[in-house]
């Protein structure tokens, strides 16, 4: 047997050894996809004499595709190094280099990032004369461009207002963009697919020459690709193909970026004679924690059917432990993770990054340092620092940096040129930024809008010194529209939620400490700079992050915690099947980072929109059987599940119309514990928040 062949397991050996033909490969959790993807390519090359040159493998991200050639280099030799392994955008990029022209793409094109596209955006927004934000409309150019859609069907089913514009001036807003990118011949990372697709489906023939470049094709995490990925596959694998694609359904978590499960659904409908193969051994996980992640996935009717079979015997049980308050969840934790030590492998999972929070604060309290991964820690959080630069600038008017921040933070028609001059006024006379804006009237042709925002601030200063930190920030959230701006943001929800955890922290801080409102900053930056893992025990941090950035990970021991409705699945999830499944496969992607040991938690009560109300434990959990648990901690009988008792919001009862300003016109349908559901025509069942909705009755 060749020695790529005897390290692996028989459906390992079966992926290596295909040869013509298409192929699906269906990985589970810890199954040793990539090794059975490096062994396949090596083969190709020692066994079948395919010239590396030949073969193409599509990755997801820079750091997987330049990790497999490495293995693929150490394991066959130089002559790796002419693989074609890259991201698709990459891909994408070395055709339209050779190719462009074809398209209308002068040589030399460049590429731009996000931050360019912001800077475009705001070029844009200004020629046409509107005020809003870039980013909303950013992400309308990202989930239009990843469709696949023109933008007339786009709008066809867009709400009548995006990003708090009009969905005529957004389109006008996309024509524009796209013309200016032609004007200085650039192209963003979404283009770079599209034209591709364009280039391959307009000129056959250098289609035909690519695929003579690519004669065997691998497409790793094929459960993540979007519709535009899935045509530009299609159409390199052409009539014949040579294609194996690698991936797990039961791991596709990313509908939130166009990523179609469907794509590897039906991947046997759209290539009938392809060979299906399934990698079940579990190279990661013990047998224990196994028997729970299949417990919980089989539970999905979107999917694949296999079974995780795991190579580790017996283990740890699962551990599973009901917290009174969420408080004490975050005790808990730290509390066990002081106990086990090794802090490097130890991970703990949230679905939302506010969860965070309490987390840090409660290892930080217990001298275990943290490494927060996929997101800045709390206190760095742009809204999160945009409502604290309020509240410096109120106790402080003389802090030229912060009063910089929110001058236009939201939008409020107060432009760089006007700062500038006001700077260079407050320069000139020896006196501060904030002195300057009160003498805009003889520096400035226009004052109008810095003196409203100075009568505002003056109204902030007054309740700096009147009021404590919550009341403060919640007259803030109800003065400056920064409420409305964050909701209209992609995800603004979640800003919102980090918001609302801010406010909750104000809170804790009031009934623990009390003080003024000078004295909650001083609290704050000494909390930020703590969250900061100092030296040598930067490397044994404890992990913190939210599921979707755990995938692909794997750590000695995790902790999921906020096991909750409302949290996991979360409330924005529970409408339609498919994003309910999707919430699901999100905890079977947690449940399987864990090698030895695994943590599940809930807390029995949570501070939501600043009331403490009864949760109800995860529906997922109810799909564990009881005996794969062991109850530990604050357990005196088991409570699962248990009602959650009506508490109905003042303002609504159901049946009233109402109108939002992203989704227009509705009706709600249900109002319980500070959020109602309401049926928006041509959107759907929506849950919200009544508190930061921002809804109108109509009647």
Same mark, same amino acid.
């Given at each position: ?80 190094? =002419? ?32 931050? *360019? ?61 796209? $013309? ?39 497409? *790793?995490?094929?459960? =993540? ?18 294609? !194996? ?170 432009? $760089? ?8 006024? $407050? ?57 409305? $701006?964050?909701?209209?943001?992609? *995800? ?15 809170? *804790? ?9 000078? =004295? ?119 409570? !699962? ?57 109509? =009647?």
């Amino acid at each position: 047997m060749s020695d790529l062949l005897s390290s692996l397991n028989p459906a390992q050996q079966e992926a290596v050894r295909h040869l013509h033909g298409p192929a699906l490969v269906v990985a589970g959790a810890g199954s040793g996809k990539t090794r059975t993807v490096v062994h396949r390519i090596a083969y190709l090359m020692r066994e079948h004499r395919v010239y590396p040159s030949e073969i193409l493998a599509v990755t997801f991200t820079n750091k997987a595709a330049g990790e497999m050639k490495e293995r693929l280099v150490a394991m066959v030799g130089p002559q790796a190094k =002419d693989l074609w392994v890259s991201t698709f955008h990459a891909a994408a990029v070395r055709i339209l280099r050779v190719y462009g022209e074809y398209v209308g793409l002068r040589p030399g094109f460049v590429i731009y990032d996000d931050d *360019d596209q912001n800077t475009l955006l705001k070029e844009v927004l200004k020629e046409l004369g509107i005020e809003a934000r870039p980013g909303p409309l950013r992400a309308m150019l990202d989930r239009l461009k990843n469709q696949g859609q023109g933008l007339e069907a786009f709008l066809r089913e867009a709400p009548d207002f995006i990003g708090g514009v009009p969905k005529a001036e957004a389109a006008e807003v996309y024509r524009r963009y796209q $013309a200016a990118l032609q004007a200085q011949s650039a192209v963003d990372f979404n283009d770079l697919l599209l034209l591709t697709i364009r280039l391959f489906e307009t000129h056959p023939e250098v289609l035909q020459k690519v695929r003579q470049r690519a004669r065997f094709i691998h497409v *790793d995490e094929y459960q =993540d690709t979007n519709p535009v990925q899935y045509r530009l596959v299609r159409l390199l694998a052409g009539e014949r193909p040579n294609l !194996m694609v690698v991936g797990d359904p039961d791991q596709s978590i990313y509908g939130f970026r166009a990523a179609d499960l469907h794509n590897i659904l039906r991947f046997t409908q759209d290539y009938p004679e392809a060979r299906v193969i399934r990698l079940e051994e579990n190279y990661r996980s013990s047998a224990s924690i196994l028997r729970v992640a299949n417990a919980v996935i089989e539970k999905n009717t979107l999917r694949l059917e296999k079974v995780l079979r795991p190579t580790k015997s017996g283990g740890e049980p699962v551990r599973l432990y009901r917290a009174p308050d969420a408080r004490e969840e975050a005790a808990f934790v730290a509390r066990e993770v002081s106990r086990l030590g090794n802090y490097a492998g130890i991970a703990v999972l949230y679905r939302t990054n506010a969860q965070s929070r309490l987390l840090e604060e409660h290892l930080r309290r217990a001298g275990v340092p943290v490494r927060l991964v996929g997101a800045v820690s709390f206190f760095e959080r742009r809204e999160i620092k945009d409502l604290l630069a309020y509240a410096r600038v109120a106790v402080n008017p003389a802090d030229a940096l912060n009063l910089r921040r929110i001058v236009n933070t939201p939008p409020r028609g107060i432009g $760089a040129s006007t700062i500038a001059k006001l700077a260079e006024h $407050a320069q000139a006379n020896g006196i501060s930024l904030y002195e300057a804006f009160r003498a805009a009237s003889s520096v400035l042709s226009r004052p109008q809008a810095v003196e409203a925002f100075l009568e505002l601030l003056e109204g902030l200063r007054e309740a700096a010194f009147e009021s404590g930190p919550v009341a403060f920030f919640e007259r803030v959230l109800d003065e400056t529209g920064l409420l409305e $701006a964050l909701r209209e943001e992609p *995800d603004g929800e979640d800003r919102l939620q980090n918001v609302e955890e801010l406010l909750r922290a104000a809170r *804790d801080w009031e009934r623990e400490e009390g003080g003024s409102l000078a =004295d909650f900053l001083d609290a704050v930056a000494l909390t930020a700079k703590a969250e900061e893992p100092q030296g040598e025990a930067a490397g044994e941090a404890v992990t913190l992050m939210t599921l979707h950035n755990a995938k692909g990970l794997e750590f000695p021991v995790v902790f999921l915690v906020g096991l909750e409705e409302n949290l996991l699945p979360h409330r924005n999830s529970l409408s339609r099947l498919e994003d309910l499944e999707e919430e699901r496969r999100l905890f079977y992607v947690g449940i399987t980072r864990a090698q030895e040991r695994l943590y599940l938690s809930y807390a029995e009560e949570r501070e939501v929109y600043g009331r403490r109300e009864p949760t109800r434990p995860s529906r997922f959990l109810e799909d564990i059987p009881r005996e794969l648990l062991q109850e530990v901690g604050f357990f005196d009988e088991p409570k !699962m599940p248990r009602a959650r008792p009506e508490a109905r919001p003042a303002e609504f009862r159901g049946g009233e119309k109402v109108r939002h300003p992203r989704f227009g016109q509705g009706t709600v349908v249900a109002a319980m514990g500070g959020e109602v559901t309401v049926m928006f025509p041509g959107v759907g069942l929506k849950r919200l928040a009544v508190r930061f909705a921002g809804l109108e009755r109509l =009647d």
